[in-house]
């Protein structure tokens, strides 16, 4: 699983430095290593941009996986850089912003956006495959979810858009539902697609997320 993320635009991120004049740069060797937005290359590039801008980068790192727990003891590696910032610009996913902040008694600030969590199909190619949403209905799918495959997350079927197999959002993608009618077929479960699914209940998955196990 890969957490996909997308760099914000440079104005935003700039807007976000303005009060700091001396900055640290983290990135990630996992996830935003493979998607191109937090590797050596991309803390490279924002270290030189922002450099053109005036600000002065006390440092940067690629933590091997930003959102473990070893992200402390990368961390302290780098005290001395990170104690002469007044902010760290951290280029991970929001669990590695989160992760750093824990450590980190100084402004910490997401140069990405987190878009999703997928499954790379083939290298480079990502693909969501849940959206978490608390009510899982892939048993009556052939495990193809509709939320996140189906560009309106339709759960009771195709819209009148279907075209030829394809989606009406997007012609180069096929429809969520034919995916899910041939396997259904495939398995001899067509009854599937008569059953009524009641509308999403977003209530349901809880806010804040906590799951204790006694
Ligand atoms: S229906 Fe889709 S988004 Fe919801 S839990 Fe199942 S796989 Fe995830
Ligand atoms: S054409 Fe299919 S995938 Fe596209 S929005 Fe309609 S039901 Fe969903």
Same mark, same amino acid.
């Given at each position: 699983m890969k957490s996909i993320t997308r760099q914000k635009p440079f104005e935003e991120i700039q807007e976000q430095l303005e009060p700091f004049d001396r900055i640290f740069i983290a990135g990630c060797g996992t996830c935003a290593t493979l998607t191109?937005?937090?590797? $050596?290359? /991309?803390v490279r590039e924002m270290s030189d941009q922002l450099n053109e801008l005036g600000k002065r980068i006390s440092g940067t790192t690629v933590i091997p996986t930003a959102c473990d727990e070893m992200t402390s003891e990368v961390m302290k590696e780098h005290n001395r850089?990170?104690?002469?910032?007044?902010?760290i610009l951290v280029m991970s996913c929001a669990l590695g912003v989160h992760r750093i902040s824990l450590y980190i008694d100084k402004p910490v600030i997401p140069a990405l956006d987190t878009l999703f969590i997928a499954v790379e199909d083939t290298p480079g190619n990502f693909h969501e495959v849940c959206a978490q949403c608390g009510q899982c209905v892939l048993g009556e799918t052939a495990g193809i979810c509709p939320i996140t495959t189906c560009h309106k997350g339709l759960v009771n079927g195709p819209c009148g858009g279907t075209n030829d197999?394809?989606?009406?959002?997007?012609?180069?993608?096929?429809?969520?539902?034919?995916?899910?009618? @041939? &396997?259904?077929k495939e398995q @001899?479960?067509?009854?599937?697609?008569?059953?009524?699914?009641?509308?999403?209940?977003? /209530? $349901?998955?809880? &806010?804040?997320? $906590?799951?204790?196990?006694?």
């Open positions: 191109e937005t937090g590797g $050596v290359d /991309q850089a990170i104690g002469d910032a007044n902010c197999g394809k989606c009406e959002i997007d012609r180069e993608k096929d429809c969520a539902w034919t995916l899910i009618y @041939n &396997r259904l @001899n479960r067509l009854y599937l697609m008569k059953k009524y699914n009641p509308p999403h209940n977003f /209530q $349901v998955t809880p &806010r804040p997320g $906590v799951l204790k196990i006694s």
